[in-house]
């Protein structure tokens, strides 16, 4: 017997197991409660234990004054050992004297007094100076602000060198510097306090540093006076710059300060010296 095609449909899908439509699955809504998930959060919680902690650097430390005991024997055999050519000019040469009565706040007025004029006329300046007050114990910052700029010209102090010695005075008298905070400051820090001061620039902080306050390891390396001295000890056929300057007198620290005095006197020596260049060769 044939079957026709509705038929074979009917057995291939049979009746008892029918499929819904794509559509109705699709479509059909099955409902869930709604619930809200919550968010997570993440709280920095601190360790019940200390977390370690880096140390501060230590403070720098300031080398002895070169006129403290023993300290100037030091230097000089530190420099005899490292530097032969100016063991010779040590040994020739009468030791440096490295004293002073002077306060730092007296001794920083004379600094700005002296610059750009001789040295008769700087002292007789300096002189006519102190005579303003009873005594130089009495030359403080309060009393020097009370000299106007027109007092301080009469007895031979230029109108801008007046107006330095009022910002110094004026910086003492505020409290950004003293006689003691000046002592206790290394040298970098001394460096910046003293060079904010209006005209007190580089080479007068070094001068400072090395004849006021004794600071042994000072190279004022922009000097005339040591690069001269440095040129006519190591025989170079032209002044040294600057960073020649570090690299020829490296050999000096801690105590370049004592080797700048050596060259000063070194250049100013009028007598004969042995030409310590040549003596080694």
């Not at 306060?103 to 004379?110: A, E, G, N, V």
Request: charged share 20%; with cysteine.
């Amino acid at each position: 017997m044939k079957r026709t095609r509705s038929q074979t449909k009917s057995i291939l899908t049979p009746n008892h197991d029918p499929k819904p439509p794509i559509k109705t699955l699709i479509s059909s809504k099955i409902p869930f409660p709604v619930k809200k998930i919550p968010k997570l959060t993440i709280k920095n919680k601190q360790p019940n234990f200390p977390l370690p902690t880096t140390p501060p650097p230590p403070p720098p430390t300031i080398a002895k004054p070169l006129s403290s005991h023993g300290e100037l024997e030091s230097a000089l055999n530190h420099l005899r050992s490292a530097d032969p050519l100016l063991s010779t000019i040590i040994n020739t040469l009468p030791s440096p004297q490295f004293s002073t009565n002077t306060t730092p706040f007296l001794s920083l007025i004379k600094t700005l007094i002296s610059q750009q004029i001789s040295t008769k006329s700087a002292s007789s300046i300096e002189n006519r100076f102190i005579s303003l007050f009873q005594n130089q114990s009495s030359i403080l910052p309060d009393a020097v602000l009370a000299l106007s700029p027109t007092h301080l010209r009469q007895i031979g102090i230029s109108g801008p060198k007046a107006t330095y010695i009022h910002d110094l005075s004026s910086k003492y008298a505020n409290g950004f510097l003293s006689d003691s905070s000046i002592i206790e400051m290394d040298d970098e820090t001394l460096y910046e306090k003293l060079t904010s001061v209006k005209g007190i620039g580089p080479w007068s902080v070094h001068m400072f540093m090395i004849f006021t306050l004794h600071r042994p390891d000072v190279l004022p390396v922009g000097d005339l006076g040591v690069r001269k001295g440095v040129q006519k000890l190591y025989g170079l056929k032209g002044l040294p710059s600057p960073s020649q300057m570090e690299v020829l007198c490296q050999k000096w620290k801690p105590y370049r300060s004592v080797g700048t005095w050596y060259m000063y006197k070194l250049v100013e020596a009028k007598e004969v010296l042995p030409n310590p260049s040549t003596i080694l060769c």
